[in-house]
């Protein structure tokens, strides 16, 4: 599994990257923004979405044509981390793996550092 690395410390996966790609409809407006937000059993949980804007805290990349953003609130949590995407007969998912990651809930759903 190729992967391409974000900011010196964050890995995308060629799979995740395709995804996204297709995700974006040849829209160039459009960024795949990668953010932290708390709740879950654990206290955080990942998020994604197709963003047009961007902040001006956040951290841009562009690799392979995507532009994938993350605020500088949730690249904390995401240093050291690959984003791969999945799919199987049962889900259909971008997924972190992320080894500084401590607790997480039964569900998978949320996580602590």
Known sequence: MKSKL???????????????????CNNKNVNFRIFI???GCSGFKYDFMLDKKIKKNDIITNTLG???????ISI??????VIDY????????????????????????????
């Not at 199987?88 to 793996?97: A, G, L, M, Q, T």
């Open 6 to 24: 974000i900011n010196k410390s964050i890995i995308v996966t060629k799979r995740a990257l395709k995804k996204i790609k297709k995700l974006y």
């Open 37 to 39: 937000i708390g709740g």
């Open 66 to 72: 995507v532009n994938i953003v993350i605020d500088k």
């Open 76 to 81: 904390q949590y995401l240093y050291g981390s």
């Open 86 to 113: 999945i799919e199987n007969i049962e889900e259909s998912k971008f997924i972190i793996k992320n080894l500084r990651m401590k607790n997480t809930c039964s569900c998978g759903s949320s996580f602590d550092i």
